[in-house]
């Protein structure tokens, strides 16, 4: 009988000790083990590694001793990973027992996708989706598929996607070293889509996999949609993704959608008081310039896609009306 693949499945934590102890059982009753379990502790105040030293012992730890933000822990990950395939989770989920193996199945069977996301419910309203898969929007932006629609199975065909969501993914490790980290200059939000263009453009799509379910506790890492931090950081990170990944002739075809997105999105957070935030984003995105441009010239010189390609795969998944 063959070997299984290995995997390493990899855990962010950021003061989660309550999380991990939900995380940490589902991972350690799942129908294709993990070959080891590697919690990377991002500068945790509380008490999360006495908890994995005490309770956990054959968990790995990788400690750093101050948040360095979820890209650069990611990478911290991964570069700790043993494994053929690399599972990215972060803290705040529970997975169904077959949740692994499903997914590494459609690898298996798909040896071009890099990557594959799962079909992510609501931790506390199950019959809602949290997301099917990261898609990309006319407007320019990465989205959720499905997020919050209630789940009647309108996502239960396996396909391409634009990317899985960082936090409840599986790559392979070979394709994770070819496209390189993520970027740690995003330090939270997007990074994973990033990755997932780059992934794209170097010819490895990643696959929506629906019998892979896991639950996620919207909010419980980052304080939700109301962190003025993470709120700039949302904004800033989406016009990243534009300049290091986006064919001109794309942005200029979708300018229409791309500027309703960008003057809505602050219209919105002006009504709910966070119009500071976004427009600190924005600044900071201009500063960030010098460091994303010669980014995208090196994405673009060793892309394999075509940019007419490139740009039907930026469709994938996406069932916009």
């Known amino acids: 009988m063959p070997a299984l693949p290995t995997v390493s499945a990899v855990v962010l934590n950021y003061d989660g000790r309550e999380l991990l102890g939900v995380i940490l059982p589902s991972l350690a009753t799942q129908t294709h083990p993990a070959s080891e379990i590697v919690v990377v502790d991002n500068g945790s105040r509380d008490d999360s ?35 053929e395939y690399v599972a990215l989770l972060n803290n705040d989920l529970e ?6 193996a499903e997914l590494v199945s459609a690898l298996e069977r798909t040896p071009q996708a890099g990557a594959a996301a799962c079909r992510l419910r609501n931790y506390y309203r199950r019959e809602e989706l949290d997301g099917a898969g990261d898609v990309f929007t006319r407007g320019g932006a990465g989205t959720k598929r499905g997020h919050r629609e209630r789940d009647r199975d309108q996502y239960g065909v396996e396909e391409e996607v634009v990317a899985p969501t960082g936090g409840a993914g599986l790559y392979r490790a070979r394709v994770l070293a070819e496209v390189g980290p993520f970027d740690e200059s995003f330090f939270a939000y997007f990074e994973d889509l990033d990755w997932g263009l780059r992934a794209l453009q170097a010819g490895y799509p990643s696959l929506y996999v629906p019998s892979a379910i896991g639950y996620h506790m919207e909010g419980r890492t980052t304080g939700g949609t109301r962190n003025p931090t993470y709120h700039a950081l949302q904004w800033r990170n989406t016009l990243g993704v534009m300049v290091k990944n986006l064919p001109g002739r794309w942005v ?10 960008q003057l809505g999105g602050m219209l919105a957070s002006a009504r709910s008081g966070l119009l500071r935030s976004h427009l600190r984003g924005l600044a900071e995105a201009a500063r960030s310039l010098p460091r994303w441009i010669p980014e995208r010239r090196r994405i673009r010189a060793a892309r394999r896609l075509s940019a007419r390609e490139f740009e039907r795969a930026l469709a994938a998944g996406r069932r916009e009306r």
């Open 95 to 100: 997975l169904d027992p077959c949740w692994l």
């Open 49 to 83: 590694l006495q908890y994995l030293a005490r309770q956990w012992p054959s968990v790995r730890v990788v400690a750093i001793a101050e948040n360095v933000g979820v890209a650069a822990a990611l990478n911290r990950g991964v570069a700790s990973a043993g494994g």
């Open 252 to 261: 200029a075809r979708n300018a229409q959608w791309i500027l309703r997105h």
